[in-house]
């Protein structure tokens, strides 16, 4: 009698012989671990209200709806939220993805953006999923573009489809995170445009990994609506805290 050979999940059978490790703290997974292990699933620095209502950054007190930011700023986009704050083990683990080429956390980024805001995304209703992209030479030095990564891992669980030829970043900006509020506007003009298309479907998503003051978000929003797309709504993995 011929016997069957042995069937095994590839995805099985690398982590028989390469279990994961935590995206968070780095530990190996157990195997009744998915993603994070346990102890920093129980300390995931979750968003939680009360937030800004135009962008979703925590702020102290719920009797206001807008954070400082937000307050003095006419943004491009409509509405966002992100899931986890821009602090300590995230914190550490983004700048690991970014810059050591740890591209496999991105589907536990993707889960933690689903789970936070799956409302949301059901209020929102978004046509299509859109990065917020890098600029290719950015792109050819780090060897992949997290926005574009994010944005497909997020559409397996949303199934809303990606475009990812729609917003193009035309200019090389420098890294703004020490820049001052002037020079990051003048780092930022110019930065995006959208390729022709005959039209484009709306309401749109933008995906990105971090929203700190908003200027890249409403620099690409602001392209979508020379554009002719007028519900702009984003979703992040992560957000550092409103400003008082």
């Known amino acids: 009698m011929k016997r069957e050979k ?15 490790r935590c995206p968070v703290c780095g530990r190996i997974l157990a195997k009744e671990e998915v993603l994070v ?4 699933r129980m300390e995931l620095p979750w ?36 899931a986890l704050l821009y602090e300590k083990g995230i914190r550490l ?6 810059f050591y080429n740890h591209r496999e956390y991105l589907p536990f980024y993707a889960a933690c953006m689903y789970a936070a805001h799956r409302g949301h995304l059901q209020k929102w209703n978004a046509d299509c999923i859109i990065p917020v992209p890098m600029h290719p030479k950015k792109r050819a030095e780090r060897g992949f573009d997290q926005a574009v990564l994010l944005a497909r891992a997020l559409s397996e669980l949303c199934r809303i489809p990606v475009l990812e030829d729609v917003l193009i970043r035309t200019r090389y900006t420098k890294a703004s ?11 930022l003009r110019g930065a995006f ?12 998503l933008l995906v990105d990994d971090i929203y700190t003051t908003g200027m890249t978000m409403d620099h690409a929003a602001a392209a979508l609506r020379k554009a002719g797309v007028t519900q702009i709504y984003f979703l992040t993995l992560c957000t550092g805290r409103g400003a008082e």
């Open 6 to 20: 042995p069937v095994f999940h590839i995805r099985q059978l690398l982590d028989f012989f390469y279990p994961g």
């Open 37 to 40: 292990c346990r102890r920093c």
């Open 47 to 82: 968003v939680v209200e009360p937030v800004c209502i135009r962008c979703g950054k925590p702020i102290a007190s719920p009797e206001k709806a807008l954070c400082a930011d937000c307050a003095r700023t006419d943004h491009a986009f409509t509405e966002g939220r992100a």
């Open 93 to 98: 683990s983004v700048n690991r993805m970014k």
């Open 177 to 187: 995170r020490k820049l001052g509020r002037e020079h990051r506007l003048a780092n």
């Open 193 to 204: 445009t959208v390729r022709k298309h005959e039209s484009l479907p709306q309401p749109v």
